[in-house]
DNA sequence: TTTCATGCATCAGCCCTCTTGATCCATCGA
DNA sequence: TCGATGGATCAAGAGGGCTGATGCATGAAA
């Protein structure tokens, strides 16, 4: 006998419940069936096996010596499954795997796990990182970080930051030139990075439409960090988010020469696909960042700039 | 997670397949599904659990972490269900349940079922008996011999004895009145069970039609073996089936005075479940039968009576 | 004894699950 | 660049399985 296709493995389970409460009626209601789905089941089984089960007596039913022989396995089989479903539950429960760039990662996660690790001791947390937008069905984890509009078929997003930028620069490479007063002064500067579009946006936001960036095509360091690290060596100006940079500025490591920031229009998001918003670890992980930020959830145009 | 109703057990059977051969369309050839249901039956699953089971990566597919725990036990439990069904068809097909009257019981079966089970050394044989006509649904005979027409709604029938009857009697019972010698000779004694039909049809048989049998309503003994045996005891000219009695003649406990042998119409049938007609148990009795008895299946009108 | 309650079998009809076949897409290898 | 491979998606259709009504047999209760 093999489970082929043909098998009825439905009905192997409605026995089942059969025989534990040797009752077809009590059966279906165990399993939400009506006794008459019941009978054609165990029926159909009966049939498939050519073997009868059940004696049909008056107001009671008994297990044939085959059925009585068969029971007990059937019930140990079903048990393995069940419990193989609910282990594997629990351990996907209890382990959270989160994607998130680099630079997130590093700046912001790395340094607030820790209170979801104290809220949350049974949840073991994996953390991803990649610079690519991560596609839920290749890869398996639970929620990801984005950086975007919000807006991905089939996951659900909710706002976890802006992602604004200005420019920064350690101290010392400022007082090369005495200070950076006027947004002007930076171009006296090696720009990191001059052909990304972010120092076009900030110069015209402060007042500099025009200002005359160097457009050679060298390509972008291939994440903030790299650049922030430059900037941190003295080898020029990078436009960083400066909140993800807190640290080097209280460090003396880095300053903000200008409050404005700007931004491109794409923002931080927790997403993770439309059928896993229920489980307890998602749960958890958006209840972290509600308590974490305040920003969460409240949509790109409110909140804090 | 309950085994309830609601859970794809289908699905579940289905991913046990693509485990093993991580692919969909390997194992939809095993299981004869094509490579979409495959594929629908899989994300069934996905979706029920809310769990990623296979990362779908071009031109293969990998078991997530979840897939990769969840499978071995999977394959066990279906192990388990299948042995089981295994093991119970092979128990059950190694013990041939068979139900007869005591009559046929005791005189033919009891007889002859040593060259069965010298044929069949694998199969154990389990005689059930009693007088009432059995109810295949009510016990679980798979076969039985039984006494009637051979028309059975749902069984399957096949000839195996006429079922004919004479007067007989112990020899020192026949000394007493110097021996029976014209059916007449018989009302001199007395007959066991007077109310029997088959008195009034063995002696119109015998040419006496009116011959005068008391009325009374004694009840017959119950079968035919209690009958024999008061006969056999001297009490009195029992109407029994000679073929069951060879022994007692030979051994000059009863003799049949007369060849003269009567029917009702009734004859001896072997019946059992069409739907078991081709169990290997069943199909090795028949085959017993048909060696055993030269009148097997060749119906109550050939052969010799 | 009659009547009621229980429990399974049977039947016809319908819904919905599941399957199929066609098509599309991405990748790998030549 | 093209063909082969392997999975996803979609619309459509068949058939399996469920339901509610009904019947039947029995045991318990009146």
New interface residues.
């Given amino acids: 006998?093999?489970?082929?296709?043909?098998f009825p493995?439905?009905a192997?389970?409605v026995f089942e419940a059969v025989a534990r409460h040797l009752s077809f009626t009590k059966a279906g209601e165990e399993?939400?069936?009506t006794q008459t789905a019941v009978s054609y089941q165990v029926k159909l089984l009966e049939?498939t096996?050519?073997?009868?089960l059940f004696?049909?007596?008056p107001r009671k039913i008994l297990l044939?010596?085959?059925g009585a022989?068969?029971a007990p396995?059937?019930t140990?089989?079903?048990d393995?499954?069940?419990?193989?479903?609910?282990?594997?539950?629990g351990?996907?429960e209890g382990?959270l795997i989160i994607h998130s760039t680099h630079t997130f990662a590093s700046h912001w996660l790395a340094r607030h796990l820790g209170i979801f690790q104290l809220d949350n001791p049974t949840i073991a947390v994996r953390l991803e990182t990649s610079q690519a937008v991560i596609d839920?069905?290749?890869?398996?984890a639970d929620l990801a970080i984005r950086v975007g509009t919000g807006e991905w078929p089939g996951l659900k997003s909710h706002f976890v930051m802006r992602n604004h930028f200005t420019p920064m620069l350690s101290p010392r490479l400022a007082d090369t030139i005495g200070g950076v007063r006027d947004p002007l002064d930076l171009l006296k500067l090696k720009i990191i990075d001059p052909s990304d579009p972010w120092w076009r946006l900030w110069f015209t936001a402060a007042g500099y439409p025009d200002a005359p960036l160097e457009s050679a095509s060298r390509s972008r360091l291939g994440s903030q960090a790299v650049e922030a690290a430059a900037a941190i060596a003295g080898h020029g100006v990078a436009i960083l988010r400066p909140d993800f940079y807190q640290d080097d500025v209280a460090m003396g490591r880095l300053i903000q020469p200008f409050d404005l920031t700007c931004e491109d229009g794409s923002h931080y998001w927790l997403v993770y696909p439309e059928?896993?918003r229920?489980?307890a670890k998602v749960r958890a992980f958006r209840a972290f960042l509600q308590k974490t930020l305040p920003s969460f959830d409240k949509g790109p145009d409110s909140g804090i700039m």
Same sequence: chains 1, 2.
């Fill in positions: 006998m093999k489970l082929s296709r043909q493995l439905n192997l389970r399993l939400g069936l049939e096996l050519k073997e009868t004696l049909r007596q044939t010596e085959a022989r068969l396995k059937v140990e089989g079903f393995i499954l069940a419990s193989a479903l609910n282990e594997m539950q351990v996907a382990t839920f069905s290749k890869t398996e059928a896993r229920q489980t």
